[in-house]
């Protein structure tokens, strides 16, 4: 089955830790996200990738770093730098680059994120 | 700054009635404007609309784009129960595919 997986399902983080999202995927897409969701907010963009070793920031990346090792892999940690991080965490992936620009993104389950 | 906004914030029918939503965005750089649904975790993917006044239509589900008006409205008749949802509206804004969106509409369709 073709898909984004995301892992663990939820999270508890002690405050001052950092964390590990995972984020896979088999679909052979270029681009890939992060969200942030927050009740009332939607869905904020925290970092993307549009091919592999390389990443920008999007709209909230403070106390957040990414990395892009790997094609089918867009991890995120949540470092303690974050100073609010409980939410719910969205990756996705689209088939990125300038020739597909419209096509749409598929997202993965979310993680939940709760700062004990 | 890039900004989508949706209206209303949540909404409450009841089953068989007509919802619509609506969609507003002012960026830099349109591209196209995509629906989804998420019922419980994962948006799922409904419209992308890139062309003006031209309706894509699924089943109960319509949505149309207004580019002289920035803005979008999703219908849904004869609403059912399982169509209880926050359907968020995004616009994508980069030749890469990177989405903006809005807050969302919460629905819920009572019995």
């Known amino acids: 089955d073709g898909g984004i997986t995301q892992s663990p399902k939820y999270l508890f983080r002690k405050e001052g830790q950092n964390v590990t999202l995972s984020c896979e995927q088999n679909l052979n897409h270029d681009a890939m996200y992060w969200y942030r969701q927050d009740p009332g907010q939607g869905l904020r963009l925290i970092y993307y990738?549009?091919?592999?070793?390389?990443?920008q920031k999007g709209d909230i990346a403070e106390g957040y770093s990414v990395s892009r090792e790997k094609k089918e892999s867009f991890p995120l940690t949540v470092t303690s730098a974050q100073k609010n991080p409980t939410a719910f965490y969205l990756c996705?992936?689209?088939?990125?680059?300038?020739?597909?620009?419209?096509?749409?993104?598929?997202f993965g389950q979310g993680t939940r994120l709760t700062v004990v | 700054e890039d900004k989508v906004v949706q209206s209303p914030l949540s909404l409450v029918v009841h089953e068989g009635d007509t919802v619509t939503l609506n969609c507003s965005y002012e960026v830099t750089n349109f591209r196209s404007l995509l629906w989804y649904k998420q019922e419980k975790k994962a948006p799922t993917f409904l419209f992308m609309l890139?062309?003006?006044?031209i309706e894509k239509k699924s089943g109960r589900l319509s949505s149309i784009l207004d580019k002289k008006e920035l803005s979008s409205i999703l219908n849904i008749t004869a609403t059912q129960t399982g169509d209880s949802a926050i359907y968020l509206c995004?616009?994508?804004?980069?030749?890469?595919?990177?989405?903006?969106f809005g807050a969302g509409t919460q629905v819920v369709v009572t019995p």
């Open positions: 995004a616009v994508r804004t980069d030749s890469w595919g990177k989405l903006q």
């Open positions: 890139t062309s003006s006044g």
């Open positions: 990738s549009q091919i592999v070793n390389d990443f």
């Open positions: 996705a992936s689209s088939i990125g680059g300038k020739g597909h620009s419209n096509t749409e993104a598929f």
